[in-house]
């Protein structure tokens, strides 16, 4: 599977955003998907994942409650509704898919195996 994340851009604190992620490939549907970010400086960091097994979405605390992961299967699509933001969630957002499905694994960097390019998320105070 390939990936291709779009929809970054530059919004106001407070403002809304969503990104985009096209999968190519076959077994799309096999894999999780999820998304993460990186702001200058620091390391890559998980933000959300949803498991394609059960649907299950997982967010990191510093996101729970303001962006919502979801799917498109017939699309081959993974979102992520970005609201409420502020200058601290300015970062390279990334997607990526993921062979595996428990919570466990997913939580795990080494089991994200395929990456798109990144989208720039910058917000403005």
């Known amino acids: 599977v390939q990936l291709q994340a779009f929809g970054g851009g530059l919004v106001q604190s407070g403002g809304s955003l969503r990104l985009s992620c096209a999968a190519s490939?076959?077994?799309?549907?096999?894999?999780?998907m999820g998304w993460f970010r990186q702001a200058p400086g620091k390391e890559r960091e998980l933000v959300a994942v949803?498991?394609?097994?059960?649907?299950?979405?997982y967010y990191s605390d510093s996101v729970k409650g303001r962006f919502t992961i979801s799917r498109n299967t017939e699309r081959n699509t993974v979102y992520l509704q970005m609201s409420s933001l502020s200058p601290e969630d300015t970062a390279v957002y990334y997607c990526s898919a993921s062979p595996y499905y428990s919570y466990s694994d997913l939580t795990s960097a080494i089991r994200w195996t395929v990456w798109g390019q990144g989208t720039l998320v910058t917000v403005s105070s």
């Open positions: 949803k498991s394609y097994r059960d649907g299950k979405s």
């Open positions: 490939g076959r077994a799309y549907s096999a894999y999780s």
